[in-house]
């Protein structure tokens, strides 16, 4: 039963770390890419749009990128709990993590009374 959990979350937590590291890697190529871009004469975003909605999607680009870096260190951080052994384990009080909430939150390492009280801090 707990084992069939484990086998569950890596399949989903794999999955995840996949095309989260496609996604990355896809930021990083494009980034390279403004950069040339922004060093050439010719922008096409200039173009393409105003001044204004260019830095509006350089900011949108910027935070989407972040969440995508946080939730693949989280992904990381997830599958190593589950190499060790701990992925169950509320890495705050030891309890066990429900697991119907690992299932809703594959990447949570705290029980739902941790993350509120980490939350309301
Ligand atoms: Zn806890």
Redesign the pocket.
Known sequence: MSDTIDTEMRIRLEDELSRLTAAVAEIDASERESLSEASGENSYRDHMADQGSATFERELDLSLEQNERDELAEVRVALDRLNAGTYRT??????E?PVARLRAVPTAK??V???EIEESR
């Open positions: 509320c890495s705050r009080c030891g309890a993590i705290l029980c009374q941790c993350k």
